[in-house]
Structures are given as structure tokens and as C-alpha cells.
């Protein structure tokens, strides 16, 4: 399969591109879109044949759900069949946005969505391309992110054509996706909600309109999440990456070893000889930026990856969490 890559404005989508990429939608096909956490790979999620086709491309497990994305908040109604005043004031706060909601299932959604499972996730996303093309195909889409499975996420274009190229028809190219880390994933089926994955809505701030939810604990590195989809290696480079308190002296070490070395380091003054990314130092920026300078590092082909431990902090635990997965 030949993969087209279509330049679409981010802010302004031109129509006839997002009617080209929705016609794909509507006969069954998969699309890969830019949302504001990552690119994502679009299929109409009431169509059980289109979403197998997302599980096919991506050699995804088939026990991994994938998140049903709306571009109107009164369309949950559509994929869930019960809507709660947690979910009504979380949404009111955070959607259009990265956090997703899981709740029970509406009879609509195909099982293979939800991977059999009896919840569904669900977010309205906060990008004009995201939107248009939701809009444009008629129906809600489930989309994972648009990676091989266990590869890192794609937060430009670029990265999605590098993963996928053969294997899905179209890439909306919307230059990079701003946040650059995956949605927070809550799961409002329990008593209190429990946060099934850390990300660009803080628990903090979930806590600040819906009261105490069930935390992932930082403090435990071991820490097992109940989402069938979290597995323990996830969002991976190919290098073996390593995560280090002391990054300066480990990298000296790796290259004193003859090990070809690449930094990505949140260190001002110290120079290393590996290859160095130095990294922003606050958590929105640095997340930002996350994905694409291992996607780079990636690229050289390198023995190994050090990255410096992030600051042990409640605003940095989303990254720390994708770090985490990310080392072998
Ligand atoms: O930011 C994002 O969430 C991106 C963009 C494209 O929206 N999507 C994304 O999808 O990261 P994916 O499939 O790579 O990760 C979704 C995670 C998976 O780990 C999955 O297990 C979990 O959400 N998930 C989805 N539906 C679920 C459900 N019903 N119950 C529990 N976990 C669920
Ligand atoms: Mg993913």
C-alpha cells in the first residue's frame, strides 16, 4: 500500500483535504491525524472491520482497547451507556483536551474497541484537525496512537511515516502535536475514579473538581496499572535507554567503555562527548519535546541512551511514568 502524506493546516484545516481523508474513513479505511497529545490512527469506531484494520497495521495485541474520540461532548451519549456528574463536570473542564474518560459501554460500540472489555475510553481531542475530521467522517474514531505497537509515539508526521509507511493509506500532516505526550487516562467505572495513566491533566487537577481518586504511586517504580493496555515496555525506542541520577558520570562511563552514547539531559553546564539533547526544564516543555528528541536519538542508531531522572514531583510524574516505560 502506497502512504500519502498530506500537508493540512493545523489551526485552519483546508476542506478538501479533510473531505479527502474522511472519504477514506467512510468506505472503512484508516487515517493518521495530528490531536493535540500525539498523531493518532483513525478508524469509524462503530465499524468493527475498519478498527480491525488499526489492530492489523499497528500489530497491536487484540487485548488492548483503544480510545473512541468525539468531537462534541454531548456525542458521548453515543459510546457510553451511562454518563455520570463526575464525567458531566470533568468534561465541562477538560474537553475539548487530553483527558480521557472510561465508563461502561454503549450496546453501539463493537467489542473489539473496548477488547472485549465492558468500559470504553472516550475524549473529545483539542485540535481543529482532529475535530474537522471527526466531523467530516460521520461518527465517532477509535484511534490509538499512530505507532507500530510498543514503538514510541509519533508526535509529528514524520515519526508516523518512519513507523507505518506501507501500511495505512494517508497521513494528515499537521506540523508537530503541541502537547506530545498521550492523554490522561481516568477510569470513572470505579468508586473513587482511579487514573489508569498519567498525562497532560494532572491528578491534581482531576482532584480539584471530582475530589479523590486512586493515584498511580510514583514512589513505587513497580507499580502494576490495571489498564490491560499498560504494559510494563511500552513507548520504547529501539535503543536500549537507561534512566540515571547521575547522567554525567554514567555517560563518562559508557564512553570510557567504547559504548557510542546518546544524552538526553536536563544538565546547563556539563558537557558529556555523547550525542546531547538538552532537555527543557519544565514538565509542559519538556513533554512537549519528549517524544522527538528520542525519535532523533533513535535515528543514530547509537549503543545506548541515558536519560537523566527527572525531578521527583507530582508535575513531572507523567513523563516519569512514559520514561519509565521506555527503559529496558
Ligand atoms: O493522547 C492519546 O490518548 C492518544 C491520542 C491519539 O488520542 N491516543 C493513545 O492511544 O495514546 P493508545 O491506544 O496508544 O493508548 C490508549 C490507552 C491504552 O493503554 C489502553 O489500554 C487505554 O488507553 N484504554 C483505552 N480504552 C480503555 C478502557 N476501556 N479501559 C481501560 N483502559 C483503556
Ligand atoms: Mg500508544
Redesign the pocket.
Known amino acids: 500500500m502506497e502512504t500519502t502524506v498530506l500537508q493540512i493546516d493545523a489551526l485552519q484545516p483546508e476542506a478538501d483535504r479533510i473531505a479527502r481523508a474522511a472519504e477514506i474513513l467512510r468506505a472503512g479505511g484508516l487515517v493518521a491525524f495530528p ?1 493535540e ?4 490512527l483513525g478508524a469509524l469506531a462503530l465499524n468493527a472491520e475498519a478498527v480491525s484494520k488499526i489492530f492489523e497495521a499497528k500489530g497491536r495485541p487484540p487485548n ?4 473512541v ?1 468525539i468531537d462534541d461532548p454531548e456525542k458521548a451519549l453515543n459510546v457510553v451507556a451511562a454518563w455520570s456528574p463526575a464525567a458531566q463536570r470533568l468534561s465541562e473542564h477538560f474537553w475539548p483536551g ?1 483527558l ?1 474518560l ?1 465508563l461502561p ?1 454503549h450496546a453501539a460500540v463493537p467489542a473489539i474497541v ?2 472485549g ?1 465492558p ?3 472516550v ?1 473529545m ?1 483539542a485540535h481543529p484537525v482532529a475535530l474537522a475530521l471527526i466531523a467530516a467522517a460521520g461518527g465517532p474514531l477509535a ?4 505507532n507500530r505497537s510498543t514503538e514510541l ?1 509519533p508526535t509529528r508526521a514524520e515519526h508516523v511515516r518512519k513507523s507505518m509507511e506501507g501500511l495505512i493509506p494517508i497521513i494528515l500532516d499537521g506540523g508537530p502535536a503541541p502537547g506530545g505526550i ?2 490522561t ?1 481516568l ?1 470513572l467505572s470505579t468508586n473513587p475514579p482511579r487514573l ?2 498519567p ?1 497532560l491533566v494532572s491528578a491534581e487537577e482531576i482532584e480539584a473538581i471530582v475530589g479523590p481518586i486512586q493515584r498511580m504511586s510514583q514512589a513505587d517504580p513497580q507499580c502494576v496499572l490495571p ?4 504494559l510494563p515496555r ?1 513507548y520504547a525506542p529501539r535503543t536500549p535507554l537507561e534512566l540515571s541520577a547521575n547522567g554525567v558520570a554514567r555517560v563518562r562511563e559508557l564512553l570510557e567503555g567504547g559504548k557510542r552514547v546518546g544524552w538526553l539531559t536536563l544538565n546547563k553546564s556539563e558537557a558529556s562527548g555523547g550525542e546531547t539533547i538538552r532537555m527543557p526544564a519544565t514538565p509542559r516543555e519538556y513533554a512537549a519535546a519528549l517524544y522527538a528528541a528520542l525519535h532523533q536519538l533513535d535515528e543514530r542508531r547509537l549503543d545506548r541512551l541515558v536519560v537523566d531522572l527527572p525531578p521527583q514531583d507530582a508535575a513531572w510524574l507523567a513523563i516519569y511514568d512514559r520514561l519509565r516505560r521506555a527503559a529496558t
Open positions: 490531536t497529545t500525539v498523531y493518532g488492548n482497547p483503544i480510545i474520540h487530553p480521557t472510561v459501554k473496548t477488547a472489555g468500559t470504553v475510553g475524549r481531542p484511534a490509538p496512537s499512530a509515539s498521550e492523554s487516562v477510569d489508569l495513566r498525562g489498564s490491560p493496555g499498560l511500552h
